[in-house]
């Protein structure tokens, strides 16, 4: 009988990216054994230092060298002291998103045993959907009159029925597979046009999805909602830029960038996913040794269930929530990344 083998593209990337994917390689390598899969890992070195030797991010036929995986594993990308971010994430990270229809980027944000958050409420459970491909990350734009007094930069939000209908739905769909509740956020207050335009179509749907109960918040309302009161929340869904932001903040309400994990899933399933952990690359303790490697730990177990190897994934967790509960990872900067790994290496 052969063993099943997932091809993984493995992109570190920059600052604490290496630290984080070597650790989360390690857990993955380690659940795989057990469960009884092969990980076959591939390492691609894109990044701000693979610009500086080459001139750009990835190698013009990088796309269609990813292609060919069941899924990407990546760190972070960003260097902003040596390659602007326009540049470098523009390079790697967003055409990725782009490329193989990643449309919905999925953040969980829930506390793990032992983690101290920020708030009062210590009992929520949010799964933010971002959508991922469009919206205010079209990159549609330009500036005219450069470096002069009459300057202009115009950038344009892009909204199409198919994008916004097709990351709605998902929403729908994971709201009836977890408790029943989807919370849609707009600004459509003040942007008349798209905001408008994604509210109609959120009530639309909802006529095909009775047993789903939902409500439309504004942005600005919804981001005091997640801190005053996040245990009525379920699923979240909202635009790029909105769901940029609103993840950073479920991270803080989670403890931190470096309990939050993400998905870049094409649903489709006609192009391979990314996993990646919310943050970046961290480049203010990229030197020291103390990244905590959770946020990509968890990222690679949702990449297990995503590939259909969901023990694998559950039995990450619990590792995970093991060493947490005994106060390893819980509190930013105490523990190094290798022991936290070495702890949940351990648990597993
Ligand atoms: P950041 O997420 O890298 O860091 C924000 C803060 O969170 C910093 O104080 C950092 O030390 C802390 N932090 C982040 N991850 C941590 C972890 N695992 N453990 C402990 N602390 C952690 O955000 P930034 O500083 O705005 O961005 C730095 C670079 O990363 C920029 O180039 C940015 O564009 C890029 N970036 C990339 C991604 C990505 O690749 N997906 C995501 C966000 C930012
Ligand atoms: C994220 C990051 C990226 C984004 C940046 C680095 C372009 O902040 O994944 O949350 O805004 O999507
Ligand atoms: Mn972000």
């Not at 060298?65 to 602007?84: K, M, S, Y």
Request: charged share 20%.
């Amino acid at each position: 009988m052969s063993m099943t083998t997932h091809r993984i593209a493995l992109i570190p990337g920059d600052g604490i990216g290496p630290q984080v994917i070597a650790a989360a390689w390690a857990v993955l390598q380690k659940a795989a054994d057990k469960a009884g899969f092969k990980l076959l890992g591939t390492e691609f070195p894109w990044s701000c230092a693979f610009y500086k030797e080459t001139g750009s991010m990835m190698p013009a036929d990088g796309i269609e060298t990813l292609r060919g995986f069941d899924a990407i594993l990546l760190g972070a990308v960003g260097w902003p002291a040596e390659v602007p971010d326009s540049v470098s994430l523009h390079g790697l990270l967003l055409p990725i998103r782009k490329a193989f229809v990643q449309y919905a980027n999925i953040r969980p944000h829930r506390l793990l045993p032992g983690v101290q958050g920020p708030l009062k409420a210590e009992r929520f459970d949010i799964l933010c959907i971002r959508e991922n491909t469009e919206g205010e990350y079209s990159g549609a734009g330009g500036r005219v009159h450069q470096g002069t007094a009459d300057e202009v930069a115009v950038e344009t939000s892009i909204f199409t029925r198919t994008g916004v209908e097709r990351i709605l739905r998902f929403g729908f769909e994971q709201a009836r597979a977890r408790r029943g509740k989807l919370a849609s956020v707009t600004k459509s207050n003040a942007q008349k046009y798209s905001m408008v335009f994604w509210d109609e179509i959120t009530r639309h749907l909802a006529s095909e999805y009775p047993e789903v109960e939902v409500t439309s918040y504004h942005i600005d309302a919804m981001a005091a909602r997640m801190v005053m009161a996040p245990e009525t929340l379920d699923v979240v869904v909202a635009s790029n830029l909105f769901g940029d932001i609103l993840t950073d903040l479920g991270a803080a309400t989670q403890g931190g960038l470096g309990f939050a994990a993400s998905a870049n899933i094409n649903p489709a399933r006609d192009a391979p996913s990314m996993f990646e952990p919310v943050h970046g690359s961290a480049p203010d303790i990229a030197h020291l040794g103390i990244a905590n490697p959770i946020a990509t730990i968890w990222s690679g177990a949702m990449m297990l269930e995503h590939l259909g190897e969901k023990n694998a994934a559950d039995a990450i967790m619990a590792a995970v929530e093991q060493a947490t509960t005994s106060g390893i990872g819980t509190v930013p900067g105490k523990d190094k990344t290798e022991a936290i790994t070495a702890a949940i290496l351990a648990a597993l």
